[in-house]
């Protein structure tokens, strides 16, 4: 398929592949890419890098001991989340409730309550920012930003409101996961 850009400027150019979301849907490609989907565009995304697996992990590992994962909740590492019937997007990691998996189907898409994004320097600031607003638009309600390379993490409540957190400040998943707590010290310690 034909490769199309999305966004027009020479520093913020995406390039996405046309189609429809039924071929979206039914389209396997091999390329060893990850493809998010924005209104008639597949849009290639790099996926989760090596280097950021012991960060995933580290959550993952701290959400075992809150009272969501007592109740069957789960962080799902790269899912698809379907944010409208025309866009969906592959977080780093999402939050499901029990009953959010339980009801998952083909024709059920739930929108999770918490986000984690792993920003890389290949994201662009657009992109980052769209999501932010595409995230709390469909009902997330928190939404992490995990700077590797600054060794910084953001918490977003909202579009407008987020705390930047570096070394030993400590960060929350409240209201969503409020006993998913971790220092950034400690999330960046392998």
Known sequence: MESTLLDATEEEAVVGIPMSKEQ??????DDGF???FENGL???TDGMKNVERPIVQKILRKFTQTVAYQQMGEILPETKCWLTDDQMR???AAFFTASQIRDSGADQHPIPFFVIELISPSDTVKRVESKIIEYFNAGVQV???I???LRMVRVF???RHNVTCFENDTFNAAPVVPDLQLTVEELFTV
């Open 143 to 145: 939404v992490w930003h």
């Open 90 to 92: 592959i977080p780093d």
């Open 34 to 36: 990850l493809y998010e």
């Open 24 to 29: 979206f849907l039914n389209w396997n490609p």
């Open 157 to 159: 409540s909202s579009p």
């Open 42 to 44: 597949a849009i290639p």
């Open 147 to 149: 700077h590797p390379e």
